[in-house]
């Protein structure tokens, strides 16, 4: 009998959070796009313009962080990467640059390693969205183009990033 109860338990604490877990994640792509959709001025035909990188909340978007030593893009990042890379399928001819950078932390080999593997990820979630390889260019930085100087975790937080260049509207 107590065995039956605490299997019931289980079940039912397990029912619950996976419950719980599937509003979370239903609920977020709404909120993230819902915002965003109307203050995207895209032309009535739905196609990105060159003049839509300074004017859509999204486009103007070109900075991903990252946490220590890594170089996976996180979730927060893809509606960004999703605007970005259909405005590379709406504008063939646009060119991205993706320039990675690390904070000061770690060898000058380290960190150029790093902000490469930075900017791959990010090419990678580009294209796996829509975006093509033949736009994009990754560069890395590593340690050599900082934003903050401090040596404090909310500066080196600031310096872990890859920025989206771009070199042809």
């Known amino acids: 009998m ?3 109860t605490r299997v019931l338990l289980v079940s039912l604490l397990s029912v619950a959070a996976l419950a719980g877990c599937s509003k ?3 609920e977020a792509p709404v909120a993230e796009t819902t915002p965003t959709a109307p203050t995207a001025p895209v032309a009535d035909d739905g196609v990105y313009g ?3 990188l300074d004017t859509d909340a999204c486009l103007r978007q070109r900075v991903i962080h990252f946490d220590f030593d890594q170089y996976t893009v996180k979730p927060e990042y893809q509606a ?3 605007c970005h890379a259909k405005y590379l399928r ?3 001819s646009s060119r991205q640059t993706l320039e990675g950078h690390t904070d000061e932390r770690g060898s000058r080999e380290y960190n150029m390693g790093l902000g ?3 900017g791959n990820a990010v090419s990678s979630a580009l294209q796996a969205a829509g975006g093509s390889a033949s736009q994009l260019t990754v560069v890395s930085y590593g340690e050599e183009r900082p934003l903050c100087t401090e040596s404090t975790e909310a500066c080196w937080a600031q310096n872990r990033r890859v920025e989206i260049v771009y070199s042809a509207r």
Do not use: L
């Open 2 to 4: 107590n065995s039956s």
């Open 24 to 26: 979370k994640v239903k």
């Open 50 to 52: 060159p003049e839509d």
């Open 80 to 82: 960004v990467i999703a």
């Open 90 to 92: 709406d504008r063939p």
């Open 116 to 118: 490469e593997r930075r």
